[in-house]
């Protein structure tokens, strides 16, 4: 929601956040956006791209198998803490699971984390590696 008080949005921004909501919001293809904004097909994929990145669209996917996994539930029973455990293909490098666990962390945080909340964290390189995946967010008394 854009409040009077906040900055106007770029050109760029606003040209992605209309080629989101056409996208998304009315189901028009790339290509029928492209003629009503006047550009080309690969332009408004590279803005849904950005509407993406930079959190102004935000997809979720609810599979009925996305109940927690088994090693999910064995830590939430035994220390009262809720883990996320993300699945890493054993041949992955230890650099590839790193950013695997970075961008969901990041996603994780951006979802929960809001207004008037404090977060305190440990600093190390997975930190590192999440902190390059945030996504900028409006927020106060945080």
């Known amino acids: ?28 293809t790339m290509e029928a956006i492209a003629q009503e904004l006047h550009t080309s097909r690969s332009s408004v994929s590279r803005l849904l791209s950005q509407a993406r ?6 997809i979720q996917i609810r599979s009925p198998l ?19 455990v993300l699945p890493v293909p054993d041949y992955a490098s230890d650099v590839d699971r790193l950013e695997r666990v970075a961008l969901s962390v990041a996603r994780i945080l951006g ?10 964290i440990a600093w190390g390189s997975t930190m590192n590696a999440v902190s390059r995946h ?9």
């Open 1 to 28: 929601m854009i409040h009077p008080n906040d900055p106007p949005l770029s050109d760029r921004t606003s040209d992605a956040l209309t080629a989101a909501q056409l996208y998304y919001v009315q189901d028009l």
């Open 111 to 120: 979802e929960f984390f809001d207004s008037n909340m404090i977060m305190g």
């Open 53 to 58: 990145a930079s959190g102004l669209v935000d």
């Open 66 to 84: 996305d109940a927690p996994s088994r090693v999910e539930k064995l830590i939430l029973d035994r220390f009262q803490v809720t883990a996320h």
């Open 134 to 142: 945030l996504t900028p967010k409006r927020t106060h008394n945080a």
